[in-house]
């Protein structure tokens, strides 16, 4: 899955180079045995960003894209889709992907983050329930207006390691959603509307389900 992951970032026009962030032995002996690069972080982080701070440290590009390991399904086109707002307006600190829902049952999975926008895209809020809540619509949700979030994000180096500092916030700990940190603290998120779609693998049926669409094409 490492693999996979690692392949379709690296075929992005849009990164110079790819790094996977660990502290499990294991994952970097994976990651080397296909010709990648690992890098073995602390083991204490409370979080992916944390240890991605940790990288970030050491290197001297402007723009960081995170990743997630367990995102095998994502589109290589996603990543130039996100990194475009940031590397057009050095003002913006961290960008992000959302999709329109089209599954009515997602609105409801506390599992499916939803995001909510203004007009320019600039993330309003992220929660677990299900928002924007129309309060004259029959199912209590016009699915045209909700979006899912996609976990991939983008951060300039310097804010990702100032994020990295910051206490987590009541909002970010009630939702249990990182990103909530940078609104409460006043930073701006510019979310991306992509056309694609990814999986997250988080239980042993969204690994089965990935195994099931990946096995025909695995080696390309």
Known sequence: MIEHVYRRAAASPAVDAVVVATDDERVREAVEAFGGIAWMTRADHRSGTDRLA??????????????????????????????????????????????????????????????????????????????????????????????????LYVYRRQFLLDFARLEPTPLEQAESLEQLRALEHGFRIRAVETSYDSIGVDTPADLERVRRLLAPGLHH
Not at 84 to 112: F, H, K, W, Y
Not at 113 to 142: H, N, Q, W
Request: with cysteine; hydrophobic share 45%; glycine share 6%.
């Open 54 to 151: 940790e990288v970030a440290a050491s290197l001297s590009c402007d723009l960081v894209v995170n990743v997630q390991g367990d995102e095998p399904m994502f589109a290589t086109e996603m990543i130039a889709e996100a990194v475009a707002p940031l590397a057009d307006d050095p003002s913006i600190p961290m960008g992000t992907l959302c999709r329109r829902i089209e599954d009515p049952a997602d609105l409801q999975n506390p599992n499916v983050v939803k995001v909510v926008t203004d007009r320019r895209g600039f993330a309003l809020y992220f929660s677990r329930a299900a928002v924007p809540f129309a309060r004259d619509a029959v199912e209590g949700l016009d699915p045209g207006r909700a979006f899912k979030h996609i976990g």
